[in-house]
């Protein structure tokens, strides 16, 4: 019997609570069991709430990752949309699962054996295909057709100092001047153009003043105040069309919970200004007002102590043991220099409502990256270490192998067929069954172990391969280009050594851990604990 996955998707959060991700599994249970798939649990897959229009989620990647290594025969789908919508990722992951040697089947769909069928499957594809995209496309152009008329309902919502009023069958949707919030706007914007006070100061006024916000539940945060300073609404021109979602670029606290990945892996990126459609709205400032506060934004962006660059070894790779939240790189001046800082985002007390996460101190960013890159070199210029990870890799990469697992499986089936087959023939041999029917079971018997077997000899030079691949190392030539070049690197080129080895470092109140790939001599760690003064008033242990 061949060994089949099966692969489900829903887009949305009422499909979930429809629970049709479930009813797509039975049905693809029961057309496995009536040709002769067999399907391990471990092998069903559920893309829930990922759109067909993205070709990286986590349920497809694993099948395709199955499919290439050889452990599936077949990949069952519910219809060729659950696979994507986007007809030209359909015909990339039909390539690639044909170019494995896995078949790929679909329940509302026929099975592509002629010409005639294959091209009525692509028209399925492109049908699917070009229905989202029509969709999607009037959705568009219907907003932006109501958005150049005038009309509010595209916007959804009023910011602060406006109220929403609902569409009604006499009258349109519209903003309404909320007094008692306009007059907090006013002031926001007094107090950052005439006053020149900092978006920060602006913040902390409001809160001491216990000016309520929109959800009258939080505290004013800087990126309130920076987003209202930016808002042409308030000068009656809202905008529609202001952002386009793009690709998610940096990895917060709640994505490295996840992973390091997310079902909506995306942000939203401002559009040019030009692009943006303007709407008629009551205006709580005058024109002069709101570009001074333009002004002086572009002024602040230019001059900013965060605008100056300065590329850091470890910038982006630490996280605080304590809060989880990543380190940033601050700076103070003393009498003699400048010194540089790695500190917690946790531990600023202005950042959050109730006061800081976390007690976590700064750490001196030069010395934590000198100590992090003489542990990486360390590792790197001692080829027995190496030579040492790689075998335990090999080993490790041995014993988990997917190729053990399916044979295994192989094995119960073939002994399961073997059995049958003697079961048959002890029942001929009392008269239970007649000679004919001796002759219909046991060829069909006699097939599905000759292709048992086959799939073990398969299996079989596909371990060999694997133990070719793994041994084609040249860990000497490796160790010896590294010693005469290590002196010529850059800042660059030691950050994209260190990013290679070190998955992130985390800093506690009194320990420094390194999590990287290839672990220290055991006789190192047992005899010598080496501490380094990395920041005022404490020793802090390196640890790998």
Not at 80 to 87: G, V
Not at 348 to 373: A, H
């Amino acid at each position: 019997m061949k060994t089949a996955a099966i692969y489900t998707r829903v887009s949305s959060d009422q499909q979930k609570e429809n629970k049709t991700i479930e009813s797509q599994v039975e049905a693809l249970l029961d057309f496995a069991d009536q040709n002769g798939y067999v399907v391990p649990e471990e092998y069903i897959f559920k893309d829930e709430g990922y759109s067909g229009a993205v070709l990286v989620r986590p349920g497809l990647e694993k099948v395709r990752d199955l499919s290439a290594e050889g452990q599936i025969q077949a990949v069952l789908a519910y219809s060729p949309d659950r696979l994507s919508r986007n007809y030209a990722y359909q015909v990339v992951l039909l390539d690639e699962f044909a170019s494995c040697g896995t078949e790929v089947l679909f329940i509302n769909s026929p099975k592509a054996e002629t010409p005639e069928e294959a091209l009525l499957l692509q028209f399925q594809g492109m049908i699917a295909e070009y229905e989202r995209a029509m969709i999607k496309e009037r959705s568009r152009r219907g907003k932006r057709f109501k958005a150049k008329t005038g009309i509010v309902n595209v916007l959804s919502g009023a910011p602060y100092g406006f109220n929403y009023i609902r569409k009604t069958e006499e009258t349109a949707a519209y903003y309404q001047i909320n007094e008692e919030e306009a007059l907090v706007v006013k002031e926001i914007y007094r107090l950052y153009t005439e006053d020149f006070l900092s978006i920060a100061d602006i913040v902390r006024e409001l809160n001491h003043r216990k000016i309520p916000t929109k959800k009258r539940q939080s505290k004013w945060e800087r990126t309130t105040v920076w987003a209202m300073l930016r808002n042409p609404a308030y000068m009656g021109k809202a905008c529609f069309g202001k952002t386009e979602r793009a690709e998610r670029q940096k990895i917060t606290k709640l994505l490295r919970k996840k992973g390091g990945y997310s079902a909506r892996n995306s942000c939203n990126k401002e559009k040019p200004r030009e692009e943006w459609i303007e709407i008629p709205v009551p205006a709580i400032i005058t024109t002069e007002t709101f570009e001074l506060a333009q002004e002086r934004l572009k002024k602040n962006k230019i001059h900013s102590q965060r605008n100056t660059v300065e590329i850091t070894l470890l910038q982006g790779m630490l996280v605080c043991s304590e809060c989880g939240y990543s380190l940033y790189r601050t700076s103070t001046r003393t009498s003699k220099r400048k010194l540089y800082y790695y500190r917690c985002l946790g531990s600023d007390d202005y950042r959050y409502v109730n006061g800081r996460k976390c007690n976590c101190r700064p750490v001196r960013q030069d010395y934590l990256d000198e100590i992090v890159w003489q542990k990486v070199l360390e590792l790197l210029q001692d080829p027995t270490l190496i030579q040492k990870e790689i075998d335990r890799r090999i080993q490790e990469t041995k014993k988990s192998s997917p190729l053990i697992n399916q044979k295994s499986i192989l094995l119960k089936q073939k002994s399961k067929l073997f059995k049958s087959m003697d079961k048959l023939l002890d029942a001929y041999q009392e008269g239970l069954i007649p000679i004919d029917q001796l002759r219909k079971r046991m060829p069909e018997l006699q097939k599905r172990t000759t292709t048992a077997e086959k799939e073990l000899a398969n299996l079989k030079a596909h371990e060999l391969a694997l133990d070719n691949r793994l041994q084609l190392l040249d860990v000497a030539s490796f160790t010896e280009q590294l010693h005469q070049n290590i002196n010529q690197l850059d800042i660059k080129d030691k950050r994209k050594i260190v990013k290679l080895l070190v998955k992130e470092i985390l800093v506690g109140e009194d320990s420094i851990e390194i999590k990287h790939s290839i672990p220290l001599k055991e006789s190192e760690n047992a005899d010598q604990e080496k501490c380094y003064l990395l920041c005022k008033r404490s020793n802090i242990t390196v640890a790998e």
